[in-house]
């Protein structure tokens, strides 16, 4: 059977787990594989890119948003990228940079983005930040995660679902099958980023 969507993933855990009690709790078992995705990949699929107009100290974040990857004044000449900050580091600077004018900094307050100098203009900026991944519902029924790595869904929930069953040996089975699949995007993506290594030749001496 196909796997490539949340009506196939529904019935996927129904056939492997043989249990009719068990359909009203599956949008739960999906919701805590993507939670804990959520928490643990950072990866490029799940990059997103836009572009904000930021007027004040404070300027709101994207709703799926859960860590930035750079950000970027693109109404500058040339484009200027902002250095991160804590918020306790922030708070120090602020003293430093009490006139408003073209941000140097950025920190994450929050929900918001926080920059510093605050804009003594509207500045257009450029955000690369990582996206939460995409809830399957019966609306939305694809992502990324189940477009191309269905093994991850497939295994996280059916963990959940002998866990709920109390069948242990099975729940720990399935945790095993998903850890490994999420390891392998996570080293995939690694290596993508890290391009191919040069190959080192042996240099041999009188020959």
Known sequence: MSLSSYPDLRESIQDWTQREDIGQNIDAFIALVEADLNRRLRVKDMLTRDTFAASSQYTALPSDYLEMDRLT??????????RFLTPQM???LRKEHSESGEPIYYSIVEDNVELLPSPADSYTLERLYFARVAALTATNTTNWII?????????????????????????????????????KVRNTDRNARAGQRPVMRTKTFGG
């Not at 004044?73 to 902002?82: A, C, F, M, N, Y």
Request: net charge negative; charged share 20%; hydrophobic share 30%.
């Open 73 to 82: 004044i693109t109404s500058t000449t040339p484009d200027k990228e902002l």
């Open 90 to 92: 922030m708070s120090g």
């Open 147 to 183: 477009t191309n790595h269905p093994d991850i869904y497939l295994h996280g929930c059916l963990h959940h679902a002998y866990a709920w069953a109390m069948d242990e040996s099975r729940s720990q089975f399935h945790k095993a099958l998903y850890e490994d699949a999420v390891e």
